[in-house]
């Protein structure tokens, strides 16, 4: 197994079609959210998607977005996400960590911005990350604004 860094036109139909069941699978039906998967950031030419694929299947993925096109003015990580039959095997710290070269790699020396679900907060804090501001509602599920300062590594 190993890490895939592309972009939306270097992702063949299958590993687009796992990535995106995956995502659906993670947050559509297990947390039982329905929202709208498909936002057209994903096809944005400086979006990066983090794949780690075992066989044909996508089992952990996040996508990096350039800035202005997550937060304002600054990169972002998000859908991040592992299969649950892959859990419990430290991907979960493995992806960020491979999204943060990726962001680090592409913009260095700017902060990076996340929305992460509460319950993850001690996990991005663990990763750098620090609370930036007041928990609320996306797409019914608490979220908090986290963001991991440039000098942080």
Same mark, same amino acid.
């Given at each position: 197994?190993?890490?895939?860094? &592309?972009?939306?036109? @270097?992702?063949?139909? =299958?590993? +687009? =079609?796992?990535?995106?069941?995956?995502?659906?699978?993670?947050?559509?039906?297990?947390?039982?959210? *329905?929202?709208? @998967?498909?936002?057209?950031?994903?096809?944005?030419?400086?979006?990066?998607?983090?794949?780690?694929?075992?066989?044909?299947?996508?089992?952990?993925?996040?996508?990096?977005?350039?800035?202005?096109? %997550?937060?304002?003015?600054? *990169? #972002?990580?998000?859908?991040?996400?592992? #299969?649950?039959? #892959?859990?419990?095997?430290?991907?979960?710290?493995?992806?960020? $960590? @491979?999204? +943060?070269?990726?962001?680090? $790699?592409?913009?260095?020396?700017?902060?990076?911005?996340? $929305?992460?679900?509460?319950?993850?907060?001690?996990? =991005?804090?663990? &990763? %750098?990350?620090? *609370?930036? %501001?007041?928990?609320? &509602?996306?797409?019914?599920? *608490?979220?908090?604004?986290?963001?991991?300062?440039?000098?942080?590594?």
């Amino acid at each position: 197994m190993q890490w895939q860094v &592309l972009t939306f036109n @270097e992702l063949n139909i =299958y590993t +687009l =079609y796992s990535l995106l069941q995956l995502r659906v699978d993670v947050f559509v039906v297990e947390q039982n959210c *329905p929202y709208p @998967e498909l936002d057209d950031k994903d096809v944005h030419p400086q979006t990066q998607h983090i794949i780690l694929q075992k066989g044909d299947k996508v089992i952990a993925y996040s996508r990096v977005l350039a800035p202005d096109i %997550g937060f304002a003015d600054f *990169p #972002a990580i998000g859908r991040v996400c592992v #299969a649950q039959t #892959a859990r419990r095997l430290g991907l979960g710290q493995v992806l960020m $960590s @491979e999204s +943060l070269k990726v962001v680090n $790699s592409l913009w260095p020396n700017t902060d990076i911005h996340i $929305s992460a679900q509460c319950y993850l907060q001690q996990f =991005y804090q663990e &990763l %750098g990350f620090k *609370p930036a %501001g007041e928990p609320y &509602l996306e797409d019914d599920i *608490p979220h908090l604004k986290m963001i991991k300062p440039v000098n942080i590594s």
